[in-house]
């Protein structure tokens, strides 16, 4: 990551709050993730992945 990834976001719209939680949401994401693999959770049969109807 560099000023000129920050850049880019501003071109598309995104202030320096949106991109601040963003950042906030997608690092959750990878630390939970992180947490589950490590532990051995197994991701729930009643939820579809993503694109299927």
Same mark, same amino acid.
């Given at each position: ?17 949106? @991109?601040? +939680? *963003?950042?906030? &949401? ?8 992180? @947490?589950? +693999? *490590?532990?051995? &959770? ?12």
């Amino acid at each position: 990551m560099h000023a000129g990834d920050l850049d880019a976001l501003r071109v598309v719209g995104l202030d320096d709050r949106a @991109i601040h +939680d *963003a950042t906030q &949401v997608i690092s959750y994401f990878n630390y939970i993730n992180r @947490i589950a +693999d *490590a532990l051995g &959770v197994e991701p729930e049969t009643f939820i579809r992945p993503w694109g299927e109807p």
